[in-house]
C-alpha cells in the first residue's frame, strides 16, 4: 500500500542510510551507493560528497539523482525520491557535525569528525529538490 505524503516524507527523514543512484557514463549501468543524507518533511534532501569523487562528478554532469531508503521491521516498507539538483556548495565543518550525529553514536561524533574533515579531502553538500516519490509499506511478513 502506498504511503501517504505525510508518512513518506516522515520515513524519509528517519536516519536510514539511503542507496544512491546516478546516471553513470554511457555503456554503464547507473552509479549506486550507499550513503548518509540529510532531509525535513517539506524541505530539500542533502547529502554531502567529495568534490572530485565519482558520485560528485556523476551528479554534477546528470543535474539529478535518487535515492531509496527501507526497512523490514516492523513492516517491509520503502521510499523513493528522485529530483534535480539545486545548489552544490562547499561543505562547512558544522554540516559534517549535523549529519554525523544523525548517524553516530553521540560519543562518536567528534572523534568521526575530526578524523573525516582532515582525512577525506574536499567535500561538496549537494541540494536536491524531491519531485518523483514511490513508496509502498508491505505490512509484517
Excluded: C, N
Excluded at 119 to 131: S, Y
Amino acid at each position: 500500500m502506498a504511503l501517504t505524503r505525510a508518512e513518506r516524507e516522515q520515513f524519509l527523514a528517519e536516519p536510514h542510510v539511503a542507496a544512491l543512484a546516478v546516471d553513470a557514463e554511457e555503456g554503464r549501468a547507473p552509479l549506486t551507493v550507499p550513503i548518509w543524507y540529510q532531509y525535513e518533511p517539506g524541505g530539500h534532501l542533502w547529502i554531502m560528497t567529495g568534490r572530485d569523487s565519482r558520485k560528485g562528478t556523476s551528479i554534477a554532469r546528470a543535474g539529478r539523482f535518487s535515492i531509496m531508503v527501507d526497512r523490514v521491521a516492523p513492516t517491509i516498507r520503502y521510499v523513493s525520491v528522485e529530483g534535480p539538483v539545486v545548489a552544490t556548495l562547499p561543505a562547512t565543518r558544522e554540516q559534517l557535525v549535523e549529519i554525523s550525529a544523525r548517524y553516530l553514536p553521540a560519543e562518536k561524533v567528534d572523534g568521526y569528525v575530526d578524523f573525516a574533515w582532515k582525512e577525506h579531502g574536499a567535500q561538496v553538500v549537494i541540494h536536491m529538490r524531491p519531485q518523483r516519490w514511490l513508496s509502498s509499506d508491505l505490512g509484517e511478513v
